[in-house]
Each structure stands twice: as C-alpha cells, then as structure tokens.
C-alpha cells in the first residue's frame, strides 16, 4: 500500500509557474506508475499527465502538453509536476495517483488504485 500526500497549489496568475509535489509513503514507490489527474467544480477528473515507474516514459494530455512536464525522484519517494505558462482553464484541484500492474501512462481514473487528497490551483486571468 501506498499514501500519497501532495503539494505546491496555490494562488497564480495566467502566465506563471507551479510546481507540485506528491510526497508517497512506503519502500516499493519505484514500483508504481504514476500520474496526475485534475478536477474542475461540477466537471470529471481529468487526465494530465504520467510517467512510469522508472521515469523513463512520461505522457501527457494533450490540453498540457509543451507547457506541463511530470517528473520523479525514487529516491526521494516523489513525483513532480512542474506546469508553466498557466491558464485560468487549468485551475481545479490536482490530484496525484500510483497505479501498477501493466497501467504504465494510463488515462483512466479507474486504473489508478491510489489516490491523494489534492492540492488546489488557481489560476487568475
């Protein structure tokens, strides 16, 4: 089992950078494939980004993709989702989640067996 605790939302504005963080509990993190997903009020969480177990493959939704980049350190038991150039479309509550078992890069909610609690971005216009 694993716990996920993220961090780094916060108050931006349009054109700015984040930099979120998902700190994970327990000594097979190398293990699992991760991602990000998000979830703006009354809308479906949404894939935004993963990368595998190793690193070495990363994906990315398209609404994302060139301006957000998902990254790990196995090391440090954590995952990073650096998000440049931000829009106002891109606030909602960002969430991290560890899958495993052949998801690698998987866009799927329901793949994903562990989730956070979240960290809420806002982006002003």
């Known amino acids: 089992q694993v716990q996920l605790v993220e961090s780094g939302g916060g108050l931006v504005q349009a054109g700015g950078s984040l930099r979120l963080s998902c700190a994970a509990s327990?000594?097979?993190?190398?293990?699992?494939?991760m991602g990000w997903f998000r979830q703006a009020p009354g809308k479906e969480r949404e894939f935004v980004a993963a990368?595998?177990?190793?690193?070495?493959?990363?994906y990315y939704a398209d609404s994302v993709k060139g301006r957000f980049t998902i990254s790990r350190d196995n090391a440090k038991n954590t995952v990073y989702l650096q998000m440049n150039s931000l829009k106002p479309e891109d606030t909602a509550n960002y969430y991290c989640a560890a899958t495993y078992g052949g998801n690698t890069g998987a866009r799927a909610p329901g793949q994903y067996k562990y989730w956070g609690q979240g960290t809420q971005v806002t982006v002003s216009s």
């Open positions: 990368v595998s177990w190793s690193g070495g493959n990363t």
């Open positions: 327990g000594r097979t993190f190398g293990t699992y494939d």
